[in-house]
Antibody, heavy 119, light 106 residues
């Protein structure tokens, strides 16, 4: 049973940066492809980034490309998401999610961490 | 981008009755369609993948059908714990999600 716990959210000022974390347990983290998905208030889920098992493959949604950086530390079973130049559009609940197989559904999610961009 | 549209936005059903939720894709996603259950403050839970395969531990009252652009999630006899938001996701071309259907007690 995969268990994911996000952290690092909070109230931040526009233009600043933030790093979110996702700690994994109950699963072989190093063999898991992990995604970040976010949900702005009242909006649908939006996929934002994915990272391969070894961390060398990284893909981003066009809407966030250049401002978000996904990374992982397999020795610490932790996934990260660095968000720079935060704007109102980044206000959302951020979830990490594990892909059950190559190009497949997400069989484990965290409860999310809330990022609020507010001046 | 493939746009996923769910209907209805809200569905009111009596416990014990059947609920039918729909998800439509703006272009074919083959059978690369998943359904999730999401309760406030909890992690989303995978119910169905491959349009019709129940995920591990999911009760048999949940079933999925469809392919191409039209998909359905059916909950055969609603239990109290089933009242939640349900959303679909396509993973045929990147990943996009439906806006969700809120299933509420009538």
């Amino acid at each position: 049973q995969v268990h994911l716990v996000e952290s690092g959210g909070g109230v931040v000022q526009p233009g600043t940066s933030l790093r979110l974390s996702c700690a994994a347990s109950g699963v072989t983290f190093s063999t898991s492809v992990i995604h970040w998905v976010r949900q702005a208030p009242g909006k649908r889920m939006e996929w934002v980034a994915v990272i391969s098992t070894d961390g060398n493959g990284k893909y981003y949604a066009d809407s966030v490309k250049g401002r978000l950086t996904i990374s992982r530390d397999n020795s610490e079973n932790t996934l990260y998401l660095q968000i720079s130049s935060l704007g109102d559009e980044d206000t959302a609940m951020y979830y990490c999610a594990r892909e059950r197989a190559v190009t497949d559904a997400f069989d484990g999610w965290g409860q999310g961490t809330l990022v609020t961009v507010c001046s | 981008e493939i746009v996923m549209t769910q209907s209805p936005a809200t569905l009111s059903v009596f416990p014990g009755e059947r609920a039918t939720l729909s998800c439509r894709a703006s272009q074919s996603v083959s059978s690369k369609l998943a359904w999730y259950q999401h309760k406030p403050g909890q992690a989303p839970r995978l119910l169905i993948y491959g349009a019709s395969t129940r995920a591990s531990g999911i009760p048999a009252r949940f079933s999925g059908s469809g392919s191409g652009t039209e998909f359905t999630l059916t909950i055969s006899s609603l239990q109290s714990e089933d009242f939640a938001v349900y959303f679909c996701q396509q993973y045929n071309n990147r990943y996009t999600f439906g806006q969700g259907t809120k299933l509420e007690i009538k």
